[in-house]
């Protein structure tokens, strides 16, 4: 693992630097979670990444 070129190369992961986030779900049945990183419904997704360009989901958003 080279976690200074922020990749691993035996499995291509890339090291964002982002901490996960846990959470209970409070209701049962289907929910989509966020993969853009910039949701305003933590941890849901609110379709924020229709605004953004391929580069920039997944990376941190703004606070």
Excluded: I, R, W
């Excluded at 090291?15 to 949701?39: I, M, N, R, Y």
């Excluded at 990444?49 to 391929?54: G, I, L, R």
């Amino acid at each position: 693992m080279n976690q200074s070129l922020g990749t691993c190369p035996n499995f291509g992961v890339h090291f964002t630097g982002l901490s996960p986030k846990s959470f209970v779900a409070e209701d049962d049945g289907h929910a989509f979670l966020c993969q853009c990183k910039h949701t305003g419904d933590a941890p849901y997704c609110d379709g924020t990444h229709e605004q953004f360009d391929k580069d920039q989901v997944g990376t941190e958003g703004p606070d």
